[in-house]
């Protein structure tokens, strides 16, 4: 082997080290935010920071090292490295964890322009009320009454709330009373939502949705009534902590009703 052969693998083997190094700290730092809030390590304002402050650098890492795994398989290739696929594979798997980084701070981002509100009601002047998840609530930073965000008045809330989710309001529906309460049932289930109670009777079900990066726990209660021949159908979804949802309750609301 002649020193410029060397020399080309020893360059080869500090890229592909050096994309694996980044890609797995900067993807690291990211998984950090959410785990740190679980941990107990800091609140969860702080973990979105994290995401925040990264966010407008990850995409340029996510590219460097796509640039970076590509210069590794192209010099294995023509320099016959018998690592290639070791090389290569490390390129990747950093790759991977840079993009993972990326898109992660990026969901978060764009949901910045989402309203600063964390309960959202179908019906604004008679919310569904809670029962079985009162007791769920104990250590809840967020009241339980509706529209009640530090910063905004009863009235700017619900507008807030219209302005953002305009479809989310009380449906009248074609079915008995019995079958939308089981399709909602199973709507709520379908989400992956911890069904904490369901009283025909009462027309009631309530539920705990669990968020996928924080792991928060929000309240969800459906209310069914009978109207005529036809059912009407109220949901409320309302988070225990934080100001802003980042629009998880309406969304999830939102998902719920494309079910029914």
């Not at 009777?201 to 949705?209: L, M, Y």
Request: charge should be negative; aromatic fraction near 8%.
């Amino acid at each position: 082997m002649n020193d410029t052969t060397s020399s080309k693998k020893t360059y080869l083997d500090c890229i592909a080290i050096a994309v694996l190094a980044v890609g797995l700290i900067v993807g690291l730092i990211i998984l950090a935010a959410p785990a740190g809030t679980w941990l107990g390590l800091w609140v969860f304002g702080t973990g979105f920071q994290i995401l925040i402050t990264l966010d407008p650098f990850t995409h340029w890492i996510a590219a460097l090292c796509a640039v970076g795994l590509l210069a590794v398989a192209i010099m294995a290739i023509r320099t016959k490295a018998k690592n290639t696929t070791k090389l290569c594979t490390f390129a990747a798997i950093g790759t991977l964890s840079a993009f993972l980084a990326w898109y992660i701070p990026s969901t978060v981002q764009a949901r910045l322009a989402y309203p600063i509100i964390h309960d959202v009601s179908t019906d604004v002047e008679n919310p569904p009320m809670y029962v079985a998840n009162i007791p769920l609530r104990a250590e809840a930073v967020n009241p339980m009454e509706y529209a009640t965000v530090e910063g905004l008045t009863a009235e700017e809330h619900i507008q807030q709330q219209r302005d953002a989710f305009p479809d989310l309001v009380p449906q009248l529906l074609d079915a008995s009373q019995q079958e939308v309460f089981d399709s909602a049932v199973t709507a709520l289930e379908s989400m992956g939502l911890e069904i904490t109670a369901a009283v025909p009777e009462e027309g009631r079900i309530e539920a705990v949705d669990t968020t996928f990066w924080f792991r928060f726990k929000d309240d969800v209660v459906v209310r069914i009534q009978a109207e005529g021949n036809q059912t009407l159908i109220d949901a409320r979804s309302l988070s225990r902590v934080g100001r802003g949802d980042l629009g998880a309750n309406g969304l999830r609301l939102q998902e719920f009703f494309s079910l029914l």
